[in-house]
């Protein structure tokens, strides 16, 4: 279980999820967190699809089954978090950030910052030469964050999602030494 942390700032750790307690942990979490996180951006029906379809129990086996990590960020001894990466770049040298997701009491700490920093050495380490992710273009405090980190908006599309939704995101990709 990697622990990131440093003097001054809370000790916080991932712990893989690998079980189906690990799996309904996530969402809960996400479940607690979207409707704070995307409260204004997004309806609640969209809220509900979305949490429906991205985290279901069997999409989360599926998307680790197929080599992608789901961790739960841990401080204090509990989850607080939850974080999802490519473990090796694709085919154009990039590693994409799926899910990167806090509970609102543990905002503005430093964590989202050590987590985006943590995906950024990993996909270094493993050869990539940028990180990708997406986001909603509505959500100002996220992409306020990732330009601190030093992502840029890339390109943006809209694409259909199902249940009469759609997804409207910018792609935002920080180029690794």
């Known amino acids: 279980m990697p622990e990131i942390s440093t003097a001054e700032e809370p000790a916080i750790a991932l712990r893989r999820v690998e079980t189906d307690d690990?799996?309904?942990?996530?969402?809960?979490?996400?479940?607690?967190?979207?409707?704070?996180?995307?409260?204004?951006?997004?309806?609640?029906?969209?809220?509900?699809?979305?949490l429906g379809t991205m985290y279901a129990p069997e999409t989360i086996r599926r998307e680790t089954a197929g080599g992608t990590p789901f961790f739960?960020?841990?401080?204090?001894?509990?989850?607080?978090?939850?974080?999802?990466?490519?473990?090796a770049p694709d085919a154009r040298g990039v590693v994409e950030l799926h899910k990167i997701y806090l509970l609102p009491a543990w905002w503005s700490r430093g964590i989202g910052r050590r987590l985006l920093r943590h995906v950024a050495e990993s996909a270094a380490a493993a050869g990539?030469?940028?990180?990708?992710?997406?986001?909603?273009?509505?959500?100002?405090?996220?992409?306020?964050?990732?330009?601190?980190a030093g992502f840029a908006v890339a390109r943006s599309f809209?694409?259909?999602?199902?249940?009469g939704f759609s997804k409207i995101d910018h792609v935002m990709r920080k180029e690794l030494p």
């Open 128 to 148: 990539a030469k940028a990180v990708e992710l997406n986001v909603n273009q509505n959500n100002a405090r996220a992409i306020r964050a990732y330009t601190r």
């Open 22 to 50: 690990d799996i309904a942990a996530v969402f809960r979490l996400v479940a607690t967190i979207w409707p704070v996180c995307y409260r204004g951006i997004l309806s609640d029906e969209q809220i509900g699809y979305m």
């Open 158 to 163: 809209v694409e259909d999602i199902g249940g």
């Open 72 to 87: 739960l960020v841990e401080a204090e001894g509990a989850p607080i978090g939850v974080l999802s990466f490519d473990a």
